[in-house]
C-alpha cells in the first residue's frame, strides 16, 4: 500500500464515526447519512494531496459532510418533517424518559444555527475556530451562537424550577 493510501486510511479510521454521527445529525437517516460520508471521503480522496495540514483534516471532512449534506437540497425540495418528531440528541443515559423528553424539546426549541453551534462544540469538542470554518462564518458568531443556545436552555430550566416553587 502507498504511504498516501495508508495516510488516507488511517484518517478514516480515525475520523469516520465522527462524519457518520454528524451526517446522522444532519439528516436524520442512517442510509442517507452512509451516503454522505461516502461522497464525502470520495471527495477527500480525490483531492488528499491537497491537504498540506493533516492536523486540519477532522474540520476539512466534517465541513465536506456538511457540503455534501447542503448539495443534497441543490436539485430537488426535500420532503418536510414535523419538528415534534426529531430526535436532536443520541440516546441519553438515563432512565428518566421525561428528563430526555424535556431536553430534547429544549434543544428544539432552539434556532438550528444556534443548536449546530452548541452541538459541535458541547458534542464534538470543536473549538470555535473550527466550527467557524465549517459553519462558514466568524469565531465571534459562533461562540455568540454557543452562549445564546447555552442561556436559552439555562432559562428553560430556571423558569421551569420558579414554576416548581410556586406550586
Not at 474540520?59 to 459532510?65: G, P
Not at 452548541?118 to 458534542?123: D, K, T, V
Request: charged fraction near 30%.
Amino acid at each position: 500500500m502507498s504511504r498516501s493510501r495508508r495516510a488516507f486510511a488511517s484518517l478514516v479510521d480515525a475520523y469516520a464515526q465522527d462524519l457518520y454521527r454528524y451526517a446522522y445529525w444532519l439528516c436524520r437517516d442512517a442510509h442517507t447519512a452512509e451516503d454522505l460520508v461516502q461522497e464525502t471521503l470520495l471527495r477527500a480522496w480525490k483531492s488528499f494531496d491537497k491537504l498540506q495540514d493533516v492536523k486540519a483534516a477532522r474540520a476539512w471532512l466534517i465541513t465536506t459532510v456538511r457540503r455534501e449534506h447542503l448539495r443534497r437540497f441543490e436539485r430537488f425540495q426535500p420532503t418536510t418533517v414535523d419538528v415534534d418528531e426529531m430526535e436532536y440528541l443520541p440516546a441519553l443515559p438515563t432512565d428518566d424518559i421525561a428528563a430526555a423528553d424535556e431536553i430534547q424539546a429544549r434543544m428544539a426549541a432552539l434556532s438550528v444555527a444556534d443548536r449546530e453551534a452548541l452541538l459541535l462544540q458541547a458534542g464534538y469538542g470543536y473549538t470555535l475556530k473550527e466550527i467557524a470554518e465549517i459553519m462558514d462564518t466568524t469565531p465571534a458568531a459562533v461562540g455568540n451562537r454557543v452562549y445564546r443556545a447555552r442561556q436559552r436552555l439555562l432559562q428553560a430550566d430556571g423558569s421551569a424550577t420558579r414554576q416548581e416553587e410556586r406550586a
